[in-house]
């Protein structure tokens, strides 16, 4: 009888011991990476990395979303690694429901016994999380992925170094940093301490290196990195690392790896070098063999991987070269940090060294050929690129030389230098660019400096090119006029004027001599045709008029050449002198008629004098006057024409040039109209859960804008990927609307101002809201009779389609079940009041959100009290 129960006591303690190694003893470390599928879809990956001697094992993990829900990931893989641990991969896909900050959250229980700086470890779950931001305005985001696996075990009174290997695809920038260790739901685990050490533990924040300098103990030590996500300077998201160290007191040593550096390389450029390690003669007088490891994203680039390849290994000495050949594919912001590992074979126990390497991948500088001046503006010309995989070129001007000497480490242009971004050209095949000064012209008698930098899909820019500098020229002879004197679009006529050269004697020219007169359409047009040859003795023959041209629907940009005619002796003299017309364009507005000026002259003008024609007097008269490129004549009659021209006044900066210039535009008109709509309102929408409405409200930042309204259209989508719709209009003194979209409340609205013409303004931003979630069902409930709280009933959020929801005993006997969301359960089962006690749940509850259709599980279990009297607060509404 006494072998009998000592037998009975032996299976229970087997039991007991099985039971907690099931639950309790195989989580190492893990975290949680995820991949944006579409603007609020993502597809989740959990890696956790667990003891393989352990019995507990996992198939699936069960998933916090952050917003509410749960789901379960299925395992998709399996990997031994060394040390008896195993790397599992579970994946799942989940749509949020619109915009916001998300932590996801996986928990395991539990710890494993012993690590001695989590209190009663074995009792704590184990947990890890990534924090998400879902926000379609930023940009597609992925996390980074951390590549190195963290199996390592430390020796003690050896300084141990972890590096997670982290790669972002977007480029992105990474900080790291230490973090507490959470348990249950996230949270942070009370009384948690870093491991203790002889000198410090800390985490490099821009290598990622992990240095504990030196373990003071032996045992098991947990610790968690936070790899933080920055783009534009803001952070975008968290990825934790949670980690067991292992320390062991052994007589073997660390292996020692060979020297390293950081390097910066062009595009097509190599790197070729030995990464050597040796191993530490151990106390029992042996070397061991090693084991080299390279982990870095630049090895997974689909279009140019690095590669790493064993050289010699022999015991106590090994040897692998990194070579890689980087493309413009992987030109980016951020360097490549490529982790090198060596591990020794030792029977007593395994040890590593790591370090890194920082290789930054720079875009070759283009190489600029010219810089030449034509009228106001200068013309850049460069060398093609080389590659189809560049988006263009951004151009950068600053005025003088500069001082600016770019390091082979130093990609785009820093503001210090001096030079101000002044355009861009689309194009991989780009090869020039007219620098107008956005069409205002560049100033004669400064000095222009240029680089130009190759700009990526990325964003990231190429080294700097050279540097190259020009400025404007009046040109010879010096032109003073190029002025419309008729406006046709047959017999059109323009007006040349030049100034006579003098001290032609200096260079010398002693004649006859040949003006050349060139025109090209447009104000900077460049192909130019040869329309006049005037042959001169005394150069005094200083104007032309151009004649028969159409000079209503465009402007013409002149080039004079003056030329040596000598006998023997033909030359050009100086360089030729660039002038357009002033041409105006002019669109009709509400009782307004807008213009825009445009030339290209050597000169500044200094302002420009507006003239409309008055139908009484047959004369133009003066309606305004501008130092701007556009002007606006406004208090005009609707349906009715009005024309105009335009008078510039100008002239030549330096004391010896020409001033007081004064030149005319061609005659244009235009016939204003009501063809502008209403500004745009500033919407905000909120949902008033329980009366089943929301409520749009908006509002005029301009209180001016409030005179052209007539009427407010209200536009709406019940999901995120459907078209947006008109529902209502409401008159031009109503600045709020309810909206009752049904039984489900969530949606997205627009709104959008109109005029009495039906000129419709642009719609507002599209506010999106989805806040009424959060479906409940009551714990308890009294089904006695008192007509208080005698049914169990859900709180709703407006958002459910229908439920599943099943109800059993404690035997697994189905109950009640129902499809609606209410629930309304009277406590009957066949007509009678089931028995007082626990009922377990199963609930799948089916939404409408805006992202679509969304399903998730609910189970607990609801007390059911019958005693007459009893009185609960649940909260419920009858």
Not at 606 to 621: C, K
Not at 631 to 657: A, H, I, P, Q, W
Not at 671 to 684: G, H, L, Q, R
Request: negative net charge.
């Amino acid at each position: 009888m006494k072998n009998h129960i000592n037998i009975k006591i032996f299976l229970l303690a087997l039991v007991s011991f099985s039971f907690n190694n099931l639950n309790a003893t195989h989580n190492r470390a893990g975290e949680i990476t995820y991949v944006q599928l579409s603007d609020l879809t993502y597809e989740i990956t959990i890696t956790t990395f667990t003891y393989t001697l352990s019995l507990a094992d996992r198939p699936s993990l069960e998933v916090e979303w952050g917003d509410n829900t749960t789901s379960t990931a299925q395992r998709k893989s399996i990997l031994k690694l060394p040390n008896y641990y195993q790397r599992n991969i579970y994946t799942i896909t989940h749509t949020y429901p619109g915009p916001g900050v998300y932590r996801i959250v996986v928990q395991d229980p539990n710890r494993n016994q012993g690590v001695k700086n989590i209190p009663n470890s074995v009792n704590v779950v184990f947990s890890i999380s990534t924090s998400l931001i879902v926000n379609p305005s930023m940009g597609r985001d992925n996390t980074p992925v951390l590549l190195n696996p963290p199996y390592d075990k430390a020796a003690y009174g050896y300084i141990f170094i972890h590096n997670p290997a982290a790669f972002d695809s977007d480029g992105d920038s990474l900080s790291y940093k230490l973090t507490v260790c959470t348990k249950d739901d996230g949270k942070p685990i009370e009384n948690y301490t870093l491991p203790p050490a002889t000198k410090f533990i800390r985490v490099d924040s821009i290598s990622g290196d992990l240095i504990w300098d030196t373990p003071a103990d032996t045992g098991k030590f947990n610790v968690a990195m936070e790899i933080q996500e920055w783009r534009n300077n803001k952070k975008i998201g968290v990825v934790v690392r949670d980690m067991q160290i292992e320390v062991y007191n052994t007589k073997n040593k660390p292996p020692v790896n060979g020297p390293l550096s950081d390097y910066c390389i062009e595009a097509g450029d190599t790197i070729d070098f030995l990464f050597k390690a040796t191993d530490s003669l151990s106390t029992s007088g042996n070397y061991d063999h090693l084991t080299l490891k390279a982990t870095s994203g630049a090895f997974s680039l689909a279009s140019c991987p690095a590669s790493f390849t064993k050289v010699d290994s022999v015991k106590g000495y090994a040897s692998s070269r990194f070579r890689w050949v980087p493309c413009h594919e992987a030109v980016r912001n951020q360097s490549y940090n490529i982790i090198f590992k060596s591990e020794d074979d030792n029977s007593d126990i395994n040890l590593s060294d790591i370090d890194n390497v920082n290789i930054k991948v720079l875009g070759p500088s283009p190489v600029l050929n010219n810089a030449s001046p034509e009228g106001k503006f200068i013309k850049l010309v460069w060398s093609d690129y080389g590659t189809s995989y560049i988006s263009g070129f951004s151009i950068y001007r600053r005025e003088g030389a500069s001082a600016f000497k770019p390091d082979s480490c130093t990609s785009g242009i820093p503001s210090s230098s001096g030079f101000v971004k002044v355009g861009y050209v689309s194009g991989s095949s780009a090869t020039s660019y007219y620098d107008t000064d956005n069409g205002l012209g560049l100033s004669a008698g400064k000095e222009y400096t240029y680089r130009i930098v190759a700009v990526y899909p990325n964003g990231t820019e190429s080294k700097a090119s050279n540097e190259i500098s020009s400025s404007l020229v009046s040109g010879l002879p010096v032109i003073r006029n190029v002025s419309v004197e008729t406006t046709d679009e047959v017999n059109g006529s323009i007006a040349i004027a030049w100034n006579k050269p003098d001290r032609l004697d200096t260079i010398p020219a002693s004649g006859p001599y040949e003006y050349i007169i060139y025109r090209a359409n447009g104000v900077s047009g460049s192909d130019y045709v040869k329309i006049k040859s005037i042959p001169t003795i005394d150069l005094n023959d200083t104007t032309f008029v151009d004649n028969q041209i159409n000079t209503r629907i465009r402007g013409y940009i002149y080039k004079i050449e003056l030329w040596n005619r000598t006998t023997g002796n033909e030359f050009l003299i100086g360089e030729a002198a660039f002038a357009s017309s002033v041409f105006l364009a002019i669109s009709p507005g509400d009782k307004k008629a807008r213009f825009v000026i445009s030339r290209n002259v050597p000169w500044i003008n200094t302002h420009y004098d507006f003239f409309r024609y008055n139908s009484v007097t047959s004369a133009y008269d003066s309606v305004g006057s501008t130092n701007q490129l556009a002007f606006v004549d406004t208090g005009l009659e609707n349906g009715k024409e009005y024309c105009y021209y335009v008078r510039s006044f100008g002239g030549y900066m330096s004391d010896n040039m020409p001033k007081n210039l004064i030149n005319l535009s061609e005659i244009i008109c235009t016939t204003p109209v009501d063809n502008e709509p209403p500004c745009t309102p500033v919407v905000n929408v909120a949902s008033l859960c329980d009366s089943m409405y929301n409520k749009i409200s908006w509002q005029m930042t301009d209180i001016s804008c409030l005179d052209d309204v007539n009427k407010y259209y209200i536009y709406f989508k019940s999901k995120y990927e459907e078209n947006i719709a008109l529902i209502d209009s409401v008159d031009k003194n109503t600045f709020s609307y309810k909206h009752f979209p049904g039984e489900i409340i969530a949606g997205c609205y627009a709104i959008s101002a109109v005029d009495v013409t039906g000129n419709e303004g642009e719609k507002s931003i599209v506010i999106c809201i989805d806040s009424c979630g959060g479906y409940e069902i009551p714990n308890v409930f009294t089904p006695n009779g008192d007509d208080i709280n005698d049914r169990l009933l859900a709180k709703i959020s407006g958002l459910e389609e229908k439920v599943d929801f099943r109800l059993f005993n404690r035997n697994g006997m189905l109950l009640f079940k129902t499809e609606e969301p209410r629930l309304n359960w009277d406590g009957t089962y066949k007509g009678k009041i089931v028995s007082p006690g626990v009922y377990f749940y199963q609930c799948d509850v089916y939404e409408t959100r805006i992202s679509g259709p969304f399903v998730f599980h609910l189970s607990g279990f609801v007390h059911v009290i019958t005693e007459k009297g009893a009185k609960i607060n649940t909260g419920q509404t009858k």
